[in-house]
């Protein structure tokens, strides 16, 4: 059974910056689709983006207005997902999923076959 771990989440000022990583033990990530995702108190879950496991090429929603990015880092098996001048809109719960079975990612987070618990991310002054 695959666990991803997400980390780097925290309590931040408006305009600041965060790295979010996601790892696995046991598991090579890069032959997973990595994709990213957010909840937010009472509100609904969101997609953020992901990442192939082919080319490497991203996609990504208008959720985090082009101040987010996903890349790998293989040689630690690990995804980042900085989220750069944060806003407090942006306070949530950020989660990776993974999955081997697709390329390009999937539409909803219960779609993927695994997923994190998530990382806190508050934004406030």
């Known amino acids: 059974q695959l666990q991803l771990v997400e980390s780097g989440g925290g309590l931040v000022q408006p305009g600041g910056s965060l790295r979010l990583s996601c790892t696995a033990a046991?598991?090579?990530?890069?032959?997973?689709?990595i994709g990213w995702f957010r909840q937010a108190p009472g509100q609904g879950q969101e997609r953020i983006g992901c990442?192939?496991?082919?080319?490497?090429?991203?996609d990504y929603t208008d959720a985090m207005e082009g101040r987010a990015t996903i890349s790998r880092d293989n040689a630690k098996n690990t995804v980042h997902l900085p989220l750069n001048n944060l806003k407090p809109e942006d306070t949530a719960v950020y989660h990776c999923a993974a999955d081997p079975y697709t390329h390009y990612g999937r539409t909803y987070l219960h779609q993927y076959a695994y997923w994190g618990q998530g990382t806190q991310v508050t934004v406030s002054s």
């Open positions: 990442i192939n496991n082919s080319d490497g090429r991203t």
């Open positions: 046991g598991v090579t990530l890069d032959a997973y689709a």
